[in-house]
């Protein structure tokens, strides 16, 4: 049982936007037990979307569409669906009468003709709701294989994908189960990591898939089994887990899975009652911002300074100008006060401190583009270390961030 | 002359990873004339891989794949090549050169067979030497049709499309111009927009195209044109642009092109020698992390504090006790006063805070879901305003977030 995801819209093909839709659906419907067999981004035209719903239907069993159904005339989905399944487009009242529901509760312009139109559906389409916008869900089969239409604002399509499609999908077909499981690791390259593993990879049973994913300064690796038996299917990774292990012990810092790093800081903060603030230089707010994108956050999170100028780090960090002076900005010093008084400021139990040159060019201290200094402190300690990430600003950014977080996560879990 | 962009890796297809690098090739591609026909992405697998070579042969002139370059056993781009190309690998000397040459400079773990294996490349393959990384780009031609192979690492594949691939791709072809222009708008939808300015969207001729980019808070219009006089392409849409202008004055923030808000916002505060802090609660350092991302940010962005807890406000923005129990941490008085002092903290132009509840359940205040407060504070003023973005947290954060540039950059334009 396959899936294949079509998005459309030009600004996916000109590069204005990046689709994170699909990545969400990918997620989703995997760990529901539906693979994706592929992701195909296409054109606002008709030819073009006509083509790819034919291809899709030779590929796959269920087609998930996303996009082209806001109320303007670049929007073409519905039509070309209509065509595809030589139907016409007829109004919904549930539909009407929910957009016209919308329209008074929050938007202040009246409704129009425009907006009327977004009640008009093909008449072979099952409605799914969308509890957030006036474009509905639509839900059309033909033989065994299901088309789901959904548009392309990411959280109207999210919600109607976990709340309308997926049940129906679930109460539809009999999906088997797929699990990964994804261990980080931090400190050696995925060669270096793959010749450790080697005996163990050449083994693997041909239900599980092992695969490396290297980003900056870390390599995931991931083990991915399916089958219909979920008991054969978990019991076949943690075995290969148990043997994978001890081989990598030495650069294992956990499982990511259902979570990032974050969120399993996170979660190992609130369960030990800790707490933590952050002082950035170079990350410029990377790092507080990937933990508040989780609710819940303030349970250990009390907040962060983004520590652009050198005054602000004698002002308002109340790092020693001495120290600066005799130092730099750039220094172990000066990112162990960061961290030091970071945790003071905010009364918090621990403190992280990033200040570096993210380039292109050299800043206020005259540290090479890419050397990061990366600080954490606990009541009883600093910890210290200084990188050099290379000479590209996104990678410095990242890599800096994945490090301090890393570099956290093996503190509090020796705790 | 149209291309496709074929992603390799089941890590896009389960959702593992957002696809950016397609974002990226599309952007650059288009810039330099080159229409995108379609981006897939595929499975690691060899028949996969295959169908999609040839699909993509069918469709366009130039292919580009990005991923499975790896030196561990899931990457099977390469030798997939030779299958598709009737070919065999050979070991390139200069290639090896430059890996050698890579594990001295950077890399601990003495080199590795597998390592040397990222030597071998298909004997048709003219090679694109890749600075930042072991995996070579690779150049292959069919009768008229070109294949770049590329590593899937983001900042390997850029610096190899942009100083290898596309100026062999201009030397190899005459590309005809593309051009887009996009116009900011605030504060109406996108179909009482297209009502506005329906009857110049009806008369637009056929080598110029208009979309709308509804997101959270603001609709883009885009306009694209196409053609072989770059004069005519230029004209053209600077044309239609004085006719929607006017009709839509009242909402139109700027345009985007090359620039994100944050981009534009960042010019003029350093044309007019302004600076800026933030005060981050509900956001989180959504705001910060936007503005630092581009270099040079440090030229205007003097830091931020994002203020996750209650205590942090009092004790760190001095925002007075009496006034949170008084309005709660969710008010106007409370946005102001984090305004005006997170602006005389960094001694810093302008101060913008805000406060509210992100969600998904209430928070230290009463507020409700969803309600935020955004304030920004001058040398001579104080504005602020109250939203409610609805109930969904990253829709709040990101409304929130965008709603407090524009309320900057209509400030700043103002100046």
Chains 1, 2 share one sequence.
């Not at 995801?5 to 030009?10: E, L, S």
């Amino acid at each position: 049982m396959q899936a294949e995801i079509i998005t459309i819209g030009d600004e996916i093909l000109i590069g204005q936007i990046v689709d994170t839709n699909s990545a969400f659906l990918g997620k989703t419907l995997n760990k529901a037990g539906i693979s994706i067999y592929q992701i195909t981004s296409i054109q606002d035209d008709e030819k073009h979307i006509l083509k790819a719903l034919k291809e899709a239907e030779e590929n796959a069993d269920i087609v998930i569409i996303t996009g082209g159904l806001g109320p303007t005339k670049d929007d073409i989905t519905k039509h070309t669906l209509c065509q595809y399944f030589n139907d016409t487009l007829v109004e919904n009242k549930e539909v009407l009468a929910h957009v016209e529901d919308l329209f008074t509760t929050y938007i202040s312009t009246p409704i129009s003709d425009i907006n009327r139109q977004q009640a008009l559906v093909p008449s072979k389409a099952k409605i799914l709701k969308n509890r957030y916008g006036t474009a509905p869900g639509m839900w059309i089969e033909k033989g065994n294989k299901v088309f789901i239409s959904l548009p392309g604002v990411p959280y109207e399509m999210k919600s109607l994908i976990r709340d309308e499609a997926l049940p129906a999908l679930q109460s539809r077909f009999k999906f088997p189960f797929i699990r990964h499981k994804t261990l980080l690791t931090n400190g050696l390259g995925e060669s270096a990591i793959a010749k450790k593993i080697e005996k163990v990879e050449s083994q693997l049973p041909n239900y599980i898939k092992l695969a490396y994913l290297p980003s900056l300064g870390s390599v995931r690796l991931r083990l991915s089994a399916k089958g219909t038996d979920l008991r054969l299917v978990e019991m076949g990774i943690e075995e290969q887990i148990k043997r994978i292990l001890p081989l990598i012990e030495d650069i294992f810092v956990g499982y990511e899975d259902e979570n990032t790093i974050e969120t399993i800081i996170g979660s190992r903060l609130i369960e030990t009652g800790k707490t933590l603030s952050i002082a950035e230089s170079c990350t410029g707010g990377q790092i507080a911002k990937g933990f508040t994108a989780n609710a819940g956050a303030s349970k250990f999170f009390k907040g962060s300074i983004v520590s652009y100028s050198t005054d602000s780090k004698t002002e308002i960090l109340k790092v020693a100008t001495d120290d600066i002076e005799a130092n730099s900005v750039v220094s172990k010093s000066v990112a162990e006060a960061m961290a030091i008084n970071v945790r003071e400021l905010f009364k918090s139990d621990i403190g992280i401190s990033t200040t570096g040159n993210a380039g292109p060019t050299k800043g206020e201290s005259d540290a090479e583009v890419g050397t990061v200094w990366i600080a954490i402190a606990t009541e009883d300690n600093v910890f210290s270390e200084v990188f050099n990430f290379s000479n590209h600003r996104e990678k410095v950014i990242m890599k800096a961030s994945n490090k301090a977080l890393e570099m956290l996560l093996k503190i509090i879990l020796k705790k």
